[in-house]
Every structure is written in structure tokens, then in C-alpha cells.
Antibody
Framework: EVQLVESGGGLVKPGGSLTLSCAAS????????MNWVRQAPGKGLEWVGRLKSKTDGGTTDFAAPVKGRFTISGDDSKNTIYLQMISLKIEDTAVYYC??????????WGKGTTVTVSS | QSALTQPRSVSGSPGQSVAISCTGTSSDVGGYNYVSWYQQHPGKAPKVMIYDVTKRPSGVPDRFSGSKSGNTASLTISGLQAEDEADYFC??????????FGGGTKLSVL
């Protein structure tokens, strides 16, 4: 069974940093394209960024609001990806979901981890 | 990149059909045949219901169907059931490297 488990969420002050983890199991992680999507309280879904598999170049793409502040990396030996967030803003407060991308769709979602940016 | 436009809410009675629209531009919905739809129950993670405009993943009832015309995609749910009450989001590529979601539609089953 494909499973994604996010962790690392918590309370952080504006301007602070946080790293989220997503542990994957049940599929060939080496070939997977992985995404992060967030959902602010009571709001809709917002795509954050994507990490392509190493076999497809291992490159990353990001949404405009987080570009330059967020990075995504992966550890194939641990079947884990990371979302490193710096210079956090109040508007970054959200549930962050890790997703295994299907071919041109968000295939399998984790349960999410909550990030709260507040002073 | 602006969010795709969805109605804030729709409603229907059990057994009826409802359609949820998702309007974008030629740079996203109109430019790709990769619109997908996601169902989200309160406090739960979203789940894909439709991908590639019209395809259903294994396990999704055939009461759910998708279509697209120009810059507008639609999700139709026929034979409404109580468990269909949820939020629904559309999604489309908005270029080779970015995705955009709709603002979401709350479906109420009366």
C-alpha cells in the first residue's frame, strides 16, 4: 500500500525556519515525482512545489509565493523528502500535504502536518 | 498565477445530479487535457476523483464524471448520495512546471 507520512510541523515565529519531512513507502521512491500542497485554515488548496525523480533530473519547481524561501530535497536511502522553509511569514500558516504525483495529477496524499507561523 | 474559478457552493437532493464548474484560461485549463478533481471531507486529506479531464481512478464510483469545453472544466455527480457531501477542488497544470488549483466548491446534499 502506498503511504506518505508527514512530520515536522509546529509553531514558529515570523522570520523563522522549519523543515518538514515526508516518509514514503509502498512504491518505488526513486522514480516518483513528489509535491507539496498546502491549505491555510478554512481556505483552498495551494500548490507549493515539486521535486522530480533523480531519473528525470531531480529538479525542483516552486510557486511564486514561496520561491526563494522554500527548497525541496530528497534522500533516496530513507525514502524521504524534505520541505525546508526559511523566512516564514504569517501567511505560510497551513496544513502541508506531501503528494506522490501520478502522470499529471496529484495521486496519493499524506494526512498532512500543520505549520503555524505566529509571534 | 491566479486560482481557477469555482462556485463557492452547490447543493442537490439525494438521487439528483449536480455539476461543478472550473474556469481558467488558455494557459491552464484550456491549454492542457490534464484537469483533475479532488474530494475533501472535513478534517481529511483530499482524494483524487477525476484525472485527465475524464478518467476515474480505480475505486471511484462511475457516478462521478468529468468534462471540459474550452477554458472551463466540469465535474458532474449523478445519483447524489449523502457521503458525497464534501469540498471539491479542480486542478490544472499552468505551464510545464507549475500547478494551479481552484478555490473549492462546497457540495451540500440536502
Amino acid at each position: 500500500e502506498v503511504q506518505l507520512v508527514e512530520s515536522g510541523g509546529g509553531l514558529v515565529k515570523p522570520g523563522g525556519s522549519l523543515t518538514l519531512s515526508c516518509a514514503a513507502s509502498g512504491f518505488n521512491f526513486n522514480n516518483a515525482w513528489m509535491n507539496w500542497v498546502r491549505q491555510a485554515p478554512g481556505k483552498g488548496l495551494e500548490w507549493v512545489g515539486r521535486l522530480k525523480s533523480k531519473t528525470d533530473g531531480g529538479t525542483t519547481d516552486f510557486a511564486a509565493p514561496v520561491k526563494g524561501r522554500f527548497t525541496i530535497s530528497g534522500d533516496d536511502s530513507k525514502n524521504t523528502i524534505y520541505l525546508q522553509m526559511i523566512s516564514l511569514k504569517i501567511e505560510d500558516t497551513a496544513v502541508y500535504y506531501c503528494i506522490k504525483e501520478g502522470y499529471w495529477y496529484m495521486g496519493v496524499w499524506g494526512k498532512g502536518t500543520t505549520v503555524t507561523v505566529s509571534s | 498565477q491566479s486560482a481557477l474559478t469555482q462556485p463557492r457552493s452547490v447543493s442537490g437532493s439525494p438521487g439528483q445530479s449536480v455539476a461543478i464548474s472550473c474556469t481558467g484560461t488558455s494557459s491552464d485549463v484550456g491549454g492542457y487535457n490534464y484537469v483533475s478533481w479532488y474530494q475533501q471531507h472535513p478534517g481529511k486529506a483530499p482524494k483524487v476523483m477525476i484525472y485527465d479531464v475524464t478518467k476515474r481512478p480505480s475505486g471511484v464510483p462511475d457516478r462521478f464524471s468529468g468534462s471540459k469545453s474550452g477554458n472551463t472544466a466540469s465535474l458532474t455527480i449523478s445519483g447524489l448520495q449523502a457521503e458525497d457531501e464534501a469540498d471539491y477542488f479542480c486542478c490544472s497544470p499552468a505551464g510545464p512546471h507549475i500547478w494551479v488549483f481552484g478555490g473549492g466548491t462546497k457540495l451540500s446534499v440536502l
